[in-house]
């Protein structure tokens, strides 16, 4: 499916109603590139967001007309903002635009992730894709065109048996999980949540295959490259078997929450299953899951 980039144009034209002397095309353009960093690289100084878009275009942005588009960005409804760490810390704090960071929405509204992130990335150079890969990325559903999934979606269609529907929702959670940098048993935890019920043998058989896939995905702890690029390589830091007992324990405790809450009319069922990667938030905010309440987890 195409990425829908028409949100970028109507904010556009109504940046351009303000009178910003700037083009329409190029605001929608440096909007996209807002987007793509913030979920790319969820943290990154506003100089180096300049410098980027100013390397990757024949048309160079001056720092004023840059400023002025953070500025308006802060009426719009986007899911980051550009501030400084002192603005970050004190609400009543002011800083020169050339202090600010890009930021994602979860670094200011998830307590510790802003810490967390900043450490992970100390020392670290970004990982930068041409243009057109980059931008592609303001799509929140794009993980990077390298990365390789059959070995995945093979397993879940035919040993596990799921239909398309069923694998994309498990795929979509098992990268969420992997891009948030977690470690690599809260997957099972949160297939058992989800109501997949493994056994050992098939957890032995999967970790190959998530390990895998752990090294391929493109994550903001390592300022966007993979854990392979960086020299990582991904582990379980439990054994299958200790997978195992805690996956059948999840699924004994959310197996008892559905059916007691189902019994009283509270909850159906359903509704036990972690939401989707782009579902409503059940907190009730309004926005997607992955922007809420699923970030940072």
Known sequence: MRFDTTKYTKMAHRFKNTGIQLEEKTIAMVLQYFDAMSNLYNLMPVEKVLGIINAQNEEQLCKEDFYRLMEMTEMEKVFYAFLSPAELMDE???????????????????????????????????????????LRYADDTFFGSDISTENFTHYFREVLHLNAAETSEYLDETLIILEHNRELDRLFFDYARMGLELTLDQIKELMPILTELASQVRTPYYCGHTAAEVGVVPAFP???????????????????MRTLLAMQGMMPPDMMKKPSKNGPCPCGSGKKYKRCCGKGK
Do not use: C, H
Request: a negative charge; hydrophobic letters at 35%.
């Open 238 to 256: 439990k054994t299958a078997e200790e997978m195992y007992q805690e996956a059948s324990r999840t699924m004994d405790m959310f197996g008892q």
């Open 92 to 134: 009543n704090a002011v800083s020169p635009p050339s202090e600010r960071y890009l930021m994602q929405e979860s670094l200011y509204a998830v307590d510790g992730v802003y810490e967390e992130i900043l450490k992970a990335q100390f020392g670290k150079s970004f990982y930068i894709p041409e243009k057109e890969e980059l």
